[in-house]
């Protein structure tokens, strides 16, 4: 059973910084951050395998980075050059079928935590 228990939410300025963590329990070779704004569907974000793919969403290209301290177990997510659109509950999520060369997708991941808020202000 993969528990996963996200941090670090909060609130920010367009431009600031924030950092996610995601400490987790159980198998967490493929893991992912997904944000689901109000009104609009989950998406995915940025995605983390064990063997050293990454995959951004475009709209995070060169401002997110996503990484593992495996000797924590936990995923991070840093976030920097924030804009109003970030604006999201933010997950952590988990599989045991790693397709991140195809895409980050909500479908393919099994495991879930509770979600942590980012809000970005003007």
């Known amino acids: 059973q993969v528990q996963l228990v996200e941090s670090g939410g909060g609130s920010v300025q367009a431009g600031g910084s924030l950092r996610l963590s995601c400490a987790a329990s159980g198998y967490t070779d493929c893991m992912g951050w997904f944000r689901q704004a109000p009104g609009k569907e989950r998406e995915g974000v940025a995605g983390?395998?064990?063997?050293?793919?990454?995959n951004y969403a475009d709209s995070v290209k060169g401002r997110f980075t996503i990484s593992k301290d495996n000797a924590k177990n936990t995923l991070y997510l840093q976030m920097n050059s924030l804009k109003t659109e970030d604006t999201a509950m933010y997950y952590c999520a988990a599989t045991t079928i790693c397709r991140l060369r195809v895409g980050i997708r909500v479908g393919d991941f099994y495991y879930w935590g509770q979600g942590t808020q980012v809000t970005v202000s003007s």
């Open positions: 983390f395998d064990i063997d050293g793919t990454t």
